[in-house]
């Protein structure tokens, strides 16, 4: 990549794929708490997700997301599919993916690891757990190294 | 010719005249006419006797012959007397030995001979001759010869039918009245076993079984009254003591002038056939009383017979449906098959639980299915097929309907399943909410809501985890008991074992439980299963422990084809009267403050071990611990 690494921290761009306020709430608390610097672009359903990633594949002038942070449980086209499709787009097929989920289903993990999700994230119940979605954001995009 | 004649008519009268001669020179008148007297006498003797007479010169030429001889043969005396005898011979190395043995001074007696009469039939006669010679010179033959044809044919018909007697398959012995047995063929030794020298001067009764020696007086007295015994199937006995089935024929032996004086007896051995026809009509019986149709068709395709059962089921009666076309039974829409069935059949091919349909009188379809093999004729010529049919109509009606019923249990199975998990998955959601948000709530504004708010925020938070607990459990249950995949191989139960210790490594310590363990052997059981029941069973012995650190021992021994698992404890023991209702699903013997639970941990371990074919229990004192035994079969049987 051709990001000097002068220009960090700078602003990392993020998709959160996430129909529940109250977790997108959640997430922008851990991100926050573990001082990531980010724009956020929520979207609600999966066929949301799909339009976006074929708009970056229409148009080259828009810039791809360093994160696509991604609900498994999404309206419309479910996470599996969106990560499916994400992976076969041109342009951002190799953007790192975080699995957002309460699923621990074992085919859910499977059918995330076939996809080369970066990390599989289950949403727990405890708050301070919950938090550390921001430690794991700031080690995958650190090592991916593009904001 | 003529002068032959002659010669012979004057030789012959010579002949006559110089025996007279001989006797007469030197006698008185009276003497000479005594003599004479007596000559006439005895040439009338020689010339009328009822027994054929000849004489014939050294070369064979007949010099005489008498009127018996003329007549036994039928020639005129001109076309006989004067020709030669071997003219007359049937067999000419016959006569040439004959002349050969008088010329020799051999007196034949009994010579047999076959002599050619006039009609050509040919005449068996006993020649007895010698030669009247003159200072050694042969004269004539002496020559008698008697008529044995008749003889001879009764003789041969008597060789003939004792052939035919001996050589029978049948015994065919004989007997007189008073059941002494005089006559005994080969086909009597093959049956009953005894030689002739052993049983004739036997009585009869000696081949009669104990319990049908009644019958033999019977069977003579009727053979006095002249009364013949036609098939009349009895037993008898070998002489090796077997009882044979025999069919017997007895008809009365008369003797010339028609008086009865035995009889003969004809014994077929009907042992097999009786046997044979026994088994025939068992075979026909069970034919008949068949449930299922069966008939037979020839390679046209006409149908040749018709039992109960094909009655039954399509509705024609024998009388309607034999000499009709096979293809009367077939549904419309399966006509076509028939040819192709019939050729397969002529091929030699059997056709095995062929399902086809076929229409009954009624019209009605049928399913059924159809066995049909070749009849072959005693050549091993196909000759038609047999053809058993079964109804199947019910049975695949049955089929359908479970082969339905299980899809929608399948189907009701999995939905079940799939509510049960989504039902949790979904329900953990808004949960999650609120525990996470009474945390957010509690941190935030904690100091605003007073020691109240945090109480009641407090039995929130509690709530809400609980609840969570519940619903993984519900979720663990609903996984075990789900008929998904079988495990794809068998997982380390030691190995297992680590893992869910692993998972239970916080309260290990904070209870200061020890645990010891024997080695464990590998197991069909999915992997993640097999740890949440030690998980479990552990867990549960840590929860319910007394007032001493617990000791738990995890172990394993081989007892027929299951490996029992134990899972022993020191803790508080349950009550006997529990230990069924541990495993039931929420049931709870303590209140969640004293022990926390949600009541669901044995009934996933009681699925688990169900689902692999094992069961479990457990077996307890109240105060001084438990032990939790589950079975997993052997794979290795």
């Known amino acids: 990549m051709t990001r000097e690494p002068a220009n960090r921290p700078s602003t990392c761009q993020i998709v959160l794929a996430e129909d529940n306020p109250a977790d997108v709430m959640l997430v922008r608390r851990a991100l926050d708490e573990h001082a990531v610097t980010y724009d956020l672009r929520v979207l609600s359903d999966g066929e949301d997700v799909l339009s976006f990633v074929n708009g970056l594949d229409a148009d080259k002038k828009l810039p791809c997301p360093d994160l696509l942070l991604l609900d498994l449980y999404l309206p419309k086209r479910d996470g599996n599919e969106v990560l499916t499709h994400l992976r076969a787009s041109q342009r951002c097929g190799n953007i790192p993916v975080v699995v957002l989920t309460s699923s621990d289903a074992t085919w859910d993990r499977e059918n995330a690891a076939k996809n080369y999700a970066t990390h599989y994230f289950q949403k727990p119940s405890s708050l301070d757990k919950f938090m550390l979605l921001g430690r794991v954001v700031k080690e995958v995009i650190g090592r991916d190294e593009s904001c | ?124 006669v006993s020649i007895n001759s010698n030669v009247y010679r003159e200072d050694g010179r042969f004269v004539h033959t002496r020559c008698i010869t008697f008529d044995v044809s008749e003889q001879k044919r009764i003789a041969e018909l008597h060789h003939r039918l004792s052939a035919i007697v001996e050589s029978s398959d049948d015994a065919i012995l004989s007997k007189d009245l008073n059941g002494i047995i005089r006559s005994w063929n080969r086909g009597a030794q093959r049956i009953f076993g005894y030689t002739a020298d052993e049983i004739v001067g036997k009585h009869i009764s000696t081949l009669a079984p104990p319990e049908r020696v009644d ?3 019977n069977i003579l007295e009727r053979l006095i009254r002249g009364e013949r015994v036609d098939h009349y199937e009895t037993q008898r006995k070998t002489k090796d003591g077997r009882i044979i089935n025999v069919s017997l024929t007895v008809s009365p032996i008369r003797d010339a002038s028609g008086k009865i004086i035995g009889a003969s007896k004809v014994a077929r051995d009907i042992t097999e056939q009786k046997r044979m026809s026994e088994i025939q009509e068992r075979l026909a019986a069970i034919v008949e009383s068949s449930d299922d149709a069966i008939l037979s068709k020839d390679l046209n395709g006409i149908i040749q017979s018709w039992n109960r059962g094909a009655e039954r089921l399509f509705g024609y009666r024998a009388n309607e449906i034999i000499g009709k076309h096979i293809s009367t039974l077939a549904a419309p829409d399966r006509v076509d098959e028939i040819p192709d069935i019939l050729g397969r059949i002529a091929r030699g091919e059997c056709i095995d639980h062929y399902e086809t349909k076929r229409r009954t009188k009624d019209g009605r379809i049928l399913t059924v299915s159809l066995s049909i093999s070749a009849i072959r004729d005693s050549e091993g010529k196909i000759i038609g097929a047999s053809k058993v049919v079964r109804d199947i109509t019910d049975s ?4 359908q309907a479970l082969r339905e019923a299980n899809v929608a249990l399948r189907r009701a199975n999995a939905d079940l399943h799939q509510f049960a998990y989504s039902a949790s998955h ?88 020890a645990i010891t363990r024997t080695e464990l ?71 969640f403050t004293e022990y926390p639970g949600t009541g669901m941990g044995l009934a996933i371990c009681q699925r688990i071990v169900e689902r692999a074919g094992g069961h479990i229990w457990v077996e307890s004192e109240p105060g001084r611990g438990s032990t939790f035994y589950f079975t997993i079969p052997c794979r290795d049987g």
């Open chain 2, 396 to 399: 695949e009606r049955q089929a």
């Open chain 2, 1 to 124: 010719m003529d002068t032959l004649k002659r010669e012979v008519e004057s030789e012959e009268s010579m002949a006559g005249s110089k025996e007279v001669e001989r006797i007469s020179p030197g006698f008185s008148s009276e003497v000479a006419a005594a003599l004479s007297q007596r000559d006439r006498e005895q040439k009338d003797f020689l010339e009328n006797a009822a027994i054929p007479m000849h004489w014939v010169a050294e070369d064979g030429t007949i010099l005489w012959a008498n009127a018996a001889e003329l007549e036994l043969l039928g020639y005129p005396r001109d076309e006989y007397v004067g020709r030669n005898i071997a003219d007359f011979h049937a067999d000419g190395s016959v006569i040439a030995d004959i002349l050969n043995r008088l010329r020799n001074n051999e007196s034949l007696k009994g010579y047999e001979a076959r002599l050619r009469c006039r009609n050509g039939t040919i005449r068996d």
């Open chain 2, 521 to 591: 052997p590998h197991v069909r059981v999915h992997e993640f299963q097999m740890e949440q029941l030690f998980q479990n069973l552990i867990g549960n012995a840590i929860r319910y422990r007394s007032d001493e650190p617990p000791r738990i021992h995890v172990a394993a021994a081989r007892k027929g084809r299951d490996w029992i698992f134990s899972v022993a404890d020191n803790g508080i023991g349950i009550d006997p009267r529990y230990k069924e209702q541990v495993f039931e699903l929420f049931k709870r013997l303590h209140s």
């Open chain 2, 426 to 513: 979904d329900l953990q959601e808004p949960l999650r909410m609120v525990s996470t948000y009474s945390e957010l709530l509690k941190r935030e504004f904690g100091s605003k809501l007073g020691p109240a708010g945090e109480e009641y925020l407090g039995y929130t938070v509690q709530g809400a985890l609980r609840m969570e607990q519940l619903l993984r459990d519900l979720r663990a249950y609903t996984l075990a008991s789900a008929a998904g995949q079988e495990p794809e191989g068998d997982v380390d139960a030691n190995e297992s074992l680590d893992r869910s210790l692993a998972g239970l490594e916080a309260s290990i310590k904070e209870s200061g439980a």
């Open chain 2, 215 to 217: 019958e033999i007086p």
